[in-house]
């Protein structure tokens, strides 16, 4: 079964302090995408950050940074230098393909950066 | 680049009317676009993958009839919610993905469908 999950359904952080979002994924295919969004309250999806499944190198954007580990199956999102703007949700998602591509979403975690 | 819009951001509707929610990608080809569903504070749920000039792919336990969606053109999608019932009521995002975005894919800023 292909799947997402995402075990921390909320999360805190003090300002300017890192924090790392759980992800771990489940798929039979060689060949996958693996991403994270930001929902912010306002309800649009923003990307964050990508890394396929045949990437060797961790994928960083800015202060968003994917911690891969493929034999573990995980793909957590650290947050560096944590920002009042970070609050928000965050879903991990990834991409298969069954016929055709679609994207399979994490239950979210809900992040709060205390000033 | 890369904007998708959604129209309208918000509708009220009676129950039993129907709804029709319109997704564009403004400055590209969306050769796929995708339709999801989301409950207040849950995930999104994927509802339809609609590729430009075919029949859209329902996902399962998703009621075709209901839930009607056309992909006439590269850069418009449509759903209609038909006969709408309370129970109707979510927030739909759309997200489109076309050639020249390989990996990723857009989303519109959703809509939020409320039936009274």
């Known amino acids: 079964a292909q799947k997402i999950t995402q075990t921390q359904p909320g999360m805190f952080v003090q300002e300017k302090e890192a924090v790392t979002l759980d992800c771990t994924y489940d798929?039979?295919?060689?060949?996958?995408?693996l991403f994270w969004y930001k929902q912010p309250s306002s309800g649009e999806m923003i990307f964050l950050i990508y890394?396929?499944?045949?990437?060797?190198q961790n994928a960083t954007e800015g202060r968003y940074s994917l911690n891969f580990q493929k034999a573990r199956k995980s793909a957590n999102l650290v947050i560096s230098a944590s920002q009042l703007g970070d609050s928000a949700m965050y879903f991990c998602?990834?991409?298969?393909?069954?016929?055709?591509?679609?994207?399979?979403f994490g239950t979210g975690t809900r992040l709060k950066v205390l000033a | 680049g890369a904007v998708v819009s959604q129209h309208p951001s918000r509708v009220i509707c009676k129950s039993g009317t129907s709804v029709k929610i319109e997704c564009r990608s403004l400055?590209?080809?969306?050769?796929?676009m995708f339709w999801y569903r989301q409950f207040p504070k849950k995930s999104l749920m994927l509802m339809a993958t609609?590729?430009?000039?075919?029949?859209?792919?329902?996902e399962q336990g998703v009621e075709k009839d209901k839930f009607l969606i056309n992909h006439a053109s590269l850069t418009l999608s449509t759903l209609t919610v038909t006969s709408a019932h309370p129970e109707d009521s979510s927030f739909y995002i759309c997200?489109?993905?076309?050639?020249?975005?390989?990996?990723?894919?857009?989303f519109g800023p959703g809509t939020r469908l409320t039936v009274t």
């Open positions: 997200s489109a993905r076309g050639t020249l975005t390989f990996y990723e894919q857009y």
């Open positions: 798929t039979s295919d060689q060949s996958y995408g």
């Open positions: 890394q396929g499944s045949y990437d060797e």
């Open positions: 998602a990834m991409r298969v393909h069954s016929g055709t591509y679609k994207y399979i």
């Open positions: 400055d590209f080809q969306a050769t796929t």
């Open positions: 609609s590729n430009e000039g075919s029949k859209a792919t329902y």
